[in-house]
Every structure is written in structure tokens, then in C-alpha cells.
């Protein structure tokens, strides 16, 4: 069971107040308030599913499980996710529940807590599913879910930002983290199923256990990442966008790779990472160098640029959500993105300005880096420029991390 966060003042909710099982319209931000009915549920409902243990998975698992699918595997796994999601919601709304009662009150923070109670109930509520039409019901309930919680993070940071003089800013950025650790997990669970389904209900796609078909790409997970190709990708994404909103020839990125490695991983995931590192860089003049490498285990990124460095105030709070320099001012510009999936495409298609400072690239970063038990870090020479190093597992046997 995950851990709470410490209890400093009183808990929000302490009520055994029961609501309707119909769950309530999504209501305007100004509406919600820690006290408003539709917020409380009975707790012991809630307990039977926050006492229990998640049940972590690994890419490798994702990939074995998903390429010699089955109707009958099919289903299996999506009763696994099913059974999985309402307790790791729970673990969440215990943690809301743990935070001071005037973190609560905050509109922001509000909306999301009822947004995890509303899944919470309807996922809790649905029923063995037993064959393909009840399975494709359930990914259409999985679509919507995942579409509604796309306001979880501009919410939730903008429910930080105005709260970081209510709890210490180490408290904040664990609560933060784990959050997004959390819904980065129930979102991959959610997009296997659905892309599993899909691929299934294509008669045109056969996954590749026999040799034919796409033995790639298993839903989400791609089985032949490659490391030289995806630094590419992103290089000439950062430096197209650096021509067209700023108007500027960009930097070249010079790939010194070590080794051509392909490795299993979940594409959105690594080229969030590279993106946002890449981006930082972008705006130096001396070429950037990227430098690839791998060990038995692990597949090593450095980015390195010239680019004056980062100032000592600054960079002690590069990883924080909550530092009143890095998310105070920044967070704001959250009023202008109503939904984020924080993927690079939201960029590439231009749906968030990449000029708008949202002050949660290389945080948001870091969690998606140890989401699979991997690592980063940088260094930097204040006036003269800055390494970024990024560790992945190339083995895909790394648990998820939802601490």
C-alpha cells in the first residue's frame, strides 16, 4: 500500500456521507469547494480498495502479455485493469485526503479530488466483464475517463502554485509527483487496453507472434525504440519550432552515438523527456551535442550545450513543482492550457504555445524518467552551459515506481 502524506491540520473529509450512484456534471471551476455534497463518499467504500496493494507491471510483462494475445487474454486484462484502477484511484484520494484542510478548500485541488471520486465510483461499479462486446463497452468508458482527466494537470499545478504557503514546497513536489506518477500509470494501463482492443477489432492486424504481422508496436509499447532515431525526431522538432515561433535559424544538434541501440519502451514517454531537454538547449548558439551510449542494463543520454548555463537561485529548484521561483509565476500561464497530456505532439501541433513557460518540462520530465525506474540529472557551469543526463532501462523489467 502506498504511503500517505503527513497530516498537518485537519483532514478534509471525515464525513460517511453517501451521494447518488449517478455521478454529477463537471461543474465550472469557481463551483468547487471541499465541502460541496458531491464530494463525500462513504469512506469505508473507499478503504476496501485504498488497504489494498497495487499490482505493479513491467514493459516486459505489457509486451509478452500483449503479443500472443488472445479473445480470452484479451478480456483477462481487461479485468486486470478493471479490478486495478479503482485501487490505484483510492491510494490517491487517501493522499488528497491527507493534506491540510485549507489545501482543500482550494478550487483547484477540489476539482481534481472529485474528478478521482467520480472514476473511482464508476469504475468500482462495472461488473466482470465476461466477453468482447462488454470489453469494447469498457474501453469506451476508459476513452471518456481519459479524456475528461486531461485537466488534471493544468488543475493541479495551478492548485499547487496557490497553495505553496500552506505546506512546505519538499512536501508539495512529493505529493505532486506521486500524483503524476499515478496518472501516468493509470493511463498506460487504460491505453494498452484500448490499443490492444482496436488492434484486435482491425481484421486487417495480426500482432507478430508467429513471425507475421506488426511484432513492433504491442499496443503502446514499442519493441524496437531506437536510440539514434528518436534523438533525431526530436532535434528536428525542437529546431523546426525554434524557425517557425521564434524565427530563428537554430543550433545544429550533433548526434555522437556510441551504439545504434533499440530497446522496449513507450515512445511518447522518451521523446517527452528528450524534447523537453532539447528544447532548454535550443535557444544556445554552438551546435548541441548529444552523446548516446549504452551498458548491459541501461541506455545513456547526454545532452550538452553552450548556452550560459543556469544561475545557482534557479537551479536548486529545477525539479520542483512547488518552489515559489520555479512554479509561482509560471503556473499561471496553466489559465491558458485548460487540458495537458504532456506528450511532444501538444507541441508539434501547436495545441500549447512551446513559448509558453509553464514551468513543469523538466519536473514533469523526471517523473516520466523514474515512471520505469530510470534516472536524470544535470550539471551546469553558471555563465557557461549546462549537460543533461538521462538513464533508461533497456531491459524493460523495471517495476513501475508510484512512490
Known amino acids: 500500500m502506498t504511503k500517505s502524506f503527513p497530516q498537518i491540520g485537519c483532514k478534509w473529509f471525515l464525513t460517511t456521507t453517501t451521494t447518488s450512484s449517478s455521478s454529477p456534471p463537471i461543474k465550472s471551476i469557481g463551483q468547487y469547494r471541499a465541502y460541496s455534497p458531491q464530494h463525500f463518499y462513504n469512506n469505508r ?8 496493494s497495487v499490482n505493479t507491471v513491467t514493459l516486459r510483462q505489457l509486451i509478452v502479455f500483449g503479443r500472443n494475445i488472445t479473445k480470452d487474454r484479451l478480456i483477462k486484462s481487461a479485468n486486470y485493469v478493471r479490478s486495478e ?4 484511484l483510492a491510494h490517491r ?11 482543500g478548500t482550494n478550487p483547484h485541488i477540489a476539482m481534481v479530488y472529485e474528478l478521482y471520486w467520480l472514476a473511482f465510483e464508476k469504475l468500482r461499479k462495472i461488473p466482470l466483464i465476461k466477453d468482447m462486446d462488454e470489453n469494447d463497452e469498457f474501453c469506451n468508458t476508459l476513452k471518456g475517463l481519459l479524456k475528461e482527466h486531461l485537466v488534471v494537470i493544468p ?27 499515478s496518472r501516468i500509470s493509470r493511463r498506460v494501463l487504460a ?13 486487417g492486424y495480426i500482432y507478430g507472434a508467429d513471425g507475421i504481422g506488426d511484432n513492433i508496436n504491442i499496443g503502446i509499447v514499442s519493441t524496437q525504440c531506437n536510440s539514434n532515431d528518436i534523438v533525431e525526431k526530436c532535434a528536428h522538432m525542437t529546431r523546426n519550432l525554434c524557425r517557425v515561433i521564434y524565427k530563428v535559424e537554430p543550433p545544429e544538434v550533433i548526434v555522437n552515438n556510441q ?16 524534447y523537453e531537454l532539447l528544447h532548454n538547449s535550443i535557444r544556445s548558439y554552438p551546435p548541441i551535442l548529444v552523446t548516446i551510449c549504452s551498458s548491459p542494463t541501461d541506455i545513456y543520454f547526454r545532452i550538452s550545450d553552450q ?21 509561482n509565476k509560471k503556473f499561471k500561464n496553466f489559465i491558458q492550457v485548460p ?28 517523473v516520466y524518467v523514474e515512471y520505469w525506474g530510470g534516472g536524470i540529472n544535470l550539471f551546469t557551469m553558471d555563465g557557461y552551459g549546462t549537460d543533461a543526463y538521462v538513464k533508461i532501462s533497456r531491459l524493460g523489467n523495471k517495476e513501475e515506481n508510484l512512490e
Request: aromatic residues 10%.
Open 45 to 52: 467504500v473507499l478503504e476496501k480498495y485504498a488497504y489494498q
Open 85 to 88: 484502477l479503482p485501487i490505484r
Open 93 to 103: 484520494i487517501r493522499d488528497f485526503q491527507s493534506l491540510p484542510f485549507i489545501i
Open 155 to 181: 488543475q493541479l499545478s495551478m492548485g499547487i502554485s496557490e497553495c505553496s504557503n500552506h505546506l512546505p514546497p519538499d512536501q508539495l513536489d512529493k505529493f505532486m509527483s506521486i500524483m503524476l506518477r
Open 191 to 203: 491505453e494498452q487496453q484500448i490499443t490492444l482492443t482496436e488492434n484486435w477489432n482491425d481484421h
Open 259 to 274: 551504439v545504434d541501440t533499440t530497446f522496449a519502451y513507450i515512445p511518447d514517454h522518451i521523446e517527452y523527456i528528450l
Open 307 to 327: 548556452g550560459g548555463g543556469i544561475s545557482d537561485d534557479i537551479y536548486s529548484n529545477i525539479w520542483s513543482f512547488a518552489s515559489s521561483t520555479s512554479s
Open 339 to 366: 487540458q495537458m497530456a504532456a506528450t511532444v505532439q501538444e507541441y508539434e501541433q501547436l495545441i500549447i504555445s512551446p513559448t509558453l513557460n509553464l514551468g513543469i518540462g523538466l519536473p514533469m520530465s523526471k
